[in-house]
């Protein structure tokens, strides 16, 4: 049955935000999400959508008198697939204004878990546009049956057919371009609907890029149309090498683990700080190369190591942070749950002649020996936060007395601190929240990275 709601008119003040970035307001005793509406304005809105609890509205208009000094003029957003590509949502958000309301995000998740903090001023990104060294990129057909390439559109899994994107390095747009043509020309009509993502890693430091490929029909199938496309795509000096990733699953996951090897080098090499690092396609790795710098070297700063130190690196990926703490500790145990991760960081250690690093292939929680040794944690989580066990795990290790927490969720980063309050607590082990300190490592985004130094 149809809300009544449904197609309403009202005018609506926005006093808050949403999860994604947009304006919230009140109506009807619930919470009002509308798009690109900013703190402060009046709407006109359409209601769209109703659920129990919340509303969805459209603004049909703006009071003159009420616009945002935050607000970016449509005719002056500089990306023209901005209101249909998903993939950013502040664009019609000057970077102050961006930058308040991702401070907000992050203060609001601790206030709603009631700690006290002092939130330091937002690190900004060196780079505003530009800053993307990976994108994935759906493939699908268009109703004339034409390939196109592109963000899924917000909400939907419709593909937007892109040209270039404003947040991606400026190497890797200029192969997208070239290789979206070849792709489009080469690859059969009757096997565009088999292809399901472009995947794009791109090195400042070679200045090439690495492609892969993801279908769901079989290496053998498609291996003679992949060498016919190697052969083109080798021409271009920005191309490092071409993969294809196997991959028929429905689900969320971009890639499988059937990766094929169809040509050119299996790794580009990218530089953090002083240290180099070889990054596969899968590879985890900061998307912002400049702004990650930034938050490394803060974390250095604020955990003022001693060289009797002995750090736990849980999630510890490919190695960054642990290979760029260990000069200055005795030892590093880095811990990750993905093989493929611990045998790329095993090879970073070589790379970079560091010798003091130990990779563990395994649950972070569930290695109890190192609660006897590490004095120095590092935890930098997935969106989904720390699970309930590491939880329990920091708060009976009692060496350990700094922590740096880097989150790329505030809600989640929020949820982890205050259940370890309460577990050290119990325990009589209390800490101290000593920096609470947002990045923005994803401009034009509604995403914020943080860092939170704990002492305890």
Known sequence: MKDCLVGKNIKVKITSFGPHGEGKGEAFERKIFIKNALMGEVHDVEIIKTSYDYLIGKSLSLEKESVSSYRVRAEEIACSYYGRCGGCQLMHMTKEGQHHLKEEMVRNSFHEKKLTISLDAIGASPLFHQYRNKVQLPIS????????????????????????????????????????????????????????????????????????????????????????????????????????NHNESD??????????????QKVIQERVLDKDFSLSCESFFQVNRLQAELIYSELIEDLNLQKSDVVFDAFCGIGTISLLLAEKVSKVYGVEIIEQAINNARENARLNAVQNCEFICGKAEECDYLAEKATVLVV???RKGLDKKMVQFIARSHKIKKMVYISCNPATLARDV??????????????????????????????????????F
């Open 141 to 244: 057909l268009s109703r004339e049956q034409k390939m196109v390439i592109g963000p899924f559109r917000q909400n939907s899994n419709d593909v937007v057919d892109i040209a270039s994107c404003l947040i991606h390095q400026q190497i890797g747009d200029d192969a997208f371009k070239k290789i979206k043509t070849l792709l489009q020309n080469i690859w059969p009509e009757d096997k565009v609907s088999h292809l399901k993502h472009l995947h794009l890693r791109t090195s400042e430091k070679e200045k090439k890029v690495l492609v892969c490929l993801v279908g769901r029909d079989s290496y053998i199938e498609v291996k003679e149309i992949l060498h016919r496309l190697w052969s083109a795509l080798k021409k271009e000096n920005v191309i490092a090498g071409l993969f294809y």
């Open 251 to 264: 689900y969320n996951a971009v890639f499988s683990s059937n990766f094929h090897h169809v040509g050119g």
């Open 418 to 455: 205050s259940m370890l309050k309460k577990m050290c607590e119990e325990k009589k082990r209390p800490f101290t929240i000593k920096k609470v300190k947002p990045f923005d490592m994803f401009p034009q985004t509604a995403h914020v990275e943080t860092l939170c130094s704990l002492e």
């Open 380 to 382: 930098n989580p997935p």
